[in-house]
C-alpha cells in the first residue's frame, strides 16, 4: 500500500481552497484589480511600471487595469514632475471607500463560512496560514523557479533543442 504524502496532500488542499475561492470571489470582482487598487493604496503615489512589478504584471495589463479603475472614480493619475514619459497613481476617496468595502464583504462571507469553528480553530488556522504565507514569500518562487527552469517556456525549449545539437 502506497505511503500517504502529507505534504503533497497539503499542497493539494492548499490549490484547492485558492481555486475554490478565486471561482467564488471572480465571480462578483476582478481580483488582479482590487491588487492594483491595494497596491495603490500602499505605495501612492506610484508608477504603473512600479504596480507592474510588485505585482508581476506586464505594462499592457497594468494599463487596463489602471484605465478601469480610473474610469470607476477609484483612482487618480496626475503628472510625474520627475519623468514627464509617465505618470503617477492615487487612490482617490471613493476607491478606498470601494476597497474597505470589498474587504469588509469578503470577512463578512469567511466568517460566515467558519462559522462553526471554535475560537482555537480559527487562531490556529490563522496562525498556520501566516506561517505558510511567510515561508511561500521567501522560499516558494524560487522553489517553483528551481522545478521549472528559469526564464519563458519557449526559451527554456529552444535551449534544451540547442544544448543537444552540441552534443
Same mark, same amino acid.
Given at each position: 500500500?502506497?505511503?500517504?504524502?502529507?505534504?503533497?496532500?497539503?499542497?493539494?488542499? =492548499?490549490? +484547492?481552497?485558492?481555486?475554490?475561492?478565486?471561482?467564488?470571489?471572480?465571480?462578483?470582482?476582478?481580483?488582479?484589480?482590487?491588487?492594483?487598487?491595494?497596491?495603490? #493604496?500602499?505605495?501612492?503615489?506610484?508608477?504603473?511600471?512600479?504596480?507592474?512589478?510588485? !505585482?508581476?504584471?506586464? #505594462?499592457? #495589463?497594468? %494599463?487596463?487595469? !489602471?484605465?478601469?479603475?480610473? +474610469?470607476?472614480?477609484?483612482?487618480? =493619475?496626475?503628472?510625474?514632475?520627475?519623468? %514627464?514619459?509617465?505618470?503617477?497613481?492615487?487612490?482617490? +476617496?471613493?476607491?478606498?471607500?470601494?476597497?474597505?468595502?470589498?474587504? #469588509?464583504?469578503?470577512?463578512?462571507?469567511?466568517?460566515? =463560512?467558519? %462559522?462553526?469553528?471554535?475560537?482555537?480553530? =480559527?487562531?490556529?488556522?490563522?496562525?498556520?496560514?501566516?506561517?505558510?504565507?511567510?515561508?511561500?514569500?521567501?522560499?516558494?518562487?524560487?522553489?517553483?523557479?528551481?522545478?521549472?527552469?528559469?526564464?519563458?517556456?519557449?526559451?527554456?525549449?529552444?535551449?534544451?533543442?540547442?544544448?543537444?545539437?552540441?552534443?
Amino acid at each position: 500500500m502506497p505511503q500517504r504524502n502529507e505534504r503533497a496532500d497539503l499542497a493539494r488542499a =492548499v490549490m +484547492e481552497l485558492i481555486d475554490a475561492g478565486h471561482r467564488r470571489i471572480s465571480r462578483h470582482l476582478d481580483l488582479t484589480r482590487v491588487r492594483v487598487l491595494g497596491t495603490v #493604496a500602499a505605495r501612492q503615489p506610484v508608477r504603473p511600471n512600479a504596480i507592474a512589478a510588485e !505585482l508581476g504584471l506586464t #505594462a499592457s #495589463a497594468t %494599463s487596463r487595469h !489602471l484605465a478601469a479603475l480610473e +474610469e470607476a472614480g477609484q483612482i487618480a =493619475v496626475e503628472p510625474d514632475p520627475v519623468d %514627464s514619459r509617465t505618470f503617477l497613481v492615487r487612490q482617490t +476617496e471613493s476607491g478606498r471607500a470601494d476597497a474597505e468595502a470589498t474587504v #469588509a464583504a469578503g470577512a463578512a462571507v469567511f466568517a460566515d =463560512v467558519i %462559522s462553526d469553528w471554535t475560537d482555537e480553530d =480559527v487562531t490556529t488556522a490563522r496562525e498556520l496560514i501566516t506561517r505558510l504565507n511567510e515561508a511561500w514569500a521567501t522560499r516558494g518562487d524560487a522553489a517553483s523557479a528551481a522545478q521549472r527552469g528559469s526564464g519563458p517556456r519557449w526559451r527554456r525549449k529552444r535551449q534544451s533543442v540547442e544544448g543537444e545539437d552540441q552534443r
